[in-house]
Structures are given as C-alpha cells and as structure tokens.
C-alpha cells in the first residue's frame, strides 16, 4: 500500500508529463476506487486513474492540424510608383528616407502638374519626397514628338568623301566633300507637311541646340554633308547652310518647346544635334529623323 501511496504521489505532481506521454484516455475511475495503484493500461488524468486507448500513428497524424498555405498578398504593385501610391505610403507612417528609397528603386509614373503638387500637399506627403519625385520625373534624354509621334534618336554613321575627282580637275578650286549618312531611304515617322514639333529637353540642355536640316534622299540611304575641304572657300566643318531650315521656337513651359517652321515638301529631315559629331568615335552627328510624305 506504501509503495501505490508514493507513485500516486509522484504521478499527480507531473500530470502534464504524463498527460503527454499517454494516448487520449478513457473509462476513468477515482483513485480510491483503484485503490490508489494504477494499471498497466492506466494513467493520470484530472485525479483519476483512466484506461488508455493505444493511437495509431495514422490517427496521430490525422489529428494534427493541416497546414495552409499563405496566401499572397493582392496589395498595389512594388514595382510602378505613382502619386496614390506615395500618398498611401505617407498615410502608413513610413519614414521620408523610406519612401524615397521605394521611389528611387521603383518604375515612377508620376503626374506633377502645379494641382498634382497641391494634392500631394494636401495629402500630407513632405517637400522632400515631392522633391525625391520632381527629381525622379526629369528627363534624362530630349523626348521629341512630330505630330505626336516620338522619334527615335539616331546616330549618322560612317562617312563618305565626294569630290575628289572635280578637285583634282580643277586644281584645288572645288572642294571635297564629307557625307554621313543613316541607312534606309525612308525614317520609320512619316508626318505632314507642316508637323508639329515639340521637343521636351532634360535640365541643362538648351533649345539652341537643335536644328532642322533636310537629307538628301539616296535611294537606300539618307546623306548629309558635315565637312568640306579645300577649294576656294577652304575648309568647313559642320552641317551645310543651305540643308538647315529657318524655324521658330515657342517655348511651352519648362523645357519643353515648340519647333516651327514652314510648309515643308516631301523628302526626309533630322533635328540635328549641334555639337553631338566625335570623329574619334567615328560619329559624324545624332539627330530625330521623320519624313514627309
């Protein structure tokens, strides 16, 4: 009788350890009705000595919960960044530094007019990521529109030297021509005859930059005289006078203007970019070409 005494004992000071190491129980009785000794099929459970009922591993695993999976979150895109989206962040509480790091690190789409910058104001976003979002809205190359369609910047590859023969005939009266040239007979823009130029122009650069020239159409090329050598007026470098259209600029805010100019017939053109030929990289000029048809 000592001996059930002190494993009742023993037994109702760890009844969560033995709780744990014993399947569910059943068929329970009190401890004096077992007369304070415990079966072999018996434990603890509440003060009560109570039959067990041995688990399969199957039905162990079967009473645990199944796991589900996360579900992703469906918030507003990580990857564009527009003015709701600042302003949702500035609602949430995120620090300035953080904004502006998201802002730096993110495809912008920003509209800031004079009443978007009213509105994020309004809205509670600070000076300093307004100014974060100005900064990541500047332009970074000229957008350049004709009739609305942008005009890829291209590059006038190599040379080509005209002249030579008349030169030497002449000895030395006529010069020697240098032509560069943009593969294709035709630009992939094809506008009116009297387009409608904007050219939108990062900080920095200037409007006074730019010409409109006319190319000469060469079947599968377009060519512009850049040099001309010797003969009686001597060396020139650059684009050539009569290739350069006269035009008037209207500025439109900003740096964006608009280029205009008179009816032009068909044939191709550039807005050439004063100063952009490198003849040690064997560039001879950049510029948007466009025909007119």
Known sequence: MRFGTVFVVLAAMNPLIAAAQNPPATQC???????????????????????????????????????????????????DITNSRVIEMTKL?????????????????????????????????????VASMLDAGALTAPLVTVDKFEVSLHTLGQAKVGGRLGHELTVGIKSVKEKAYLDGPHSSVSVSGTPTIEIDLPKGDTIDNYV????????????????????????KNGVRAEAIHKTSITPLGGNKFQMQTDSL???????????????????????????VR
């Open 29 to 79: 009785r009190s401890l004096e009705a077992a007369g304070n000794f415990l079966g072999p099929d018996e434990t603890i459970v509440d003060g009560k000595a109570c039959k067990t009922v041995k688990v399969s591993q199957q039905m162990v695993a079967s009473s645990q919960p199944t796991p589900v999976a996360a579900t992703p979150r469906t918030g507003g895109s990580e990857v």
């Open 93 to 129: 509480g995120l620090d300035d530094d953080i904004i502006i790091a998201k802002i730096k690190n993110g495809k912008c789409q920003f509209q800031l007019g004079d009443g978007d910058l009213v509105d994020l104001k309004k809205a509670g976003v600070s000076s300093k990521v």
């Open 212 to 235: 409109l020239v006319e190319l000469d159409g060469k079947g599968d090329r377009r060519e512009l005289e850049v040099e001309s050598r010797g003969g009686i007026v001597g060396g």
């Open 265 to 291: 017939k068909r044939g191709e053109y550039m807005i050439y970019i004063i100063g952009s030929p490198d003849r040690v990289k064997e560039i001879y000029g950049k510029g948007y070409d466009f025909t």
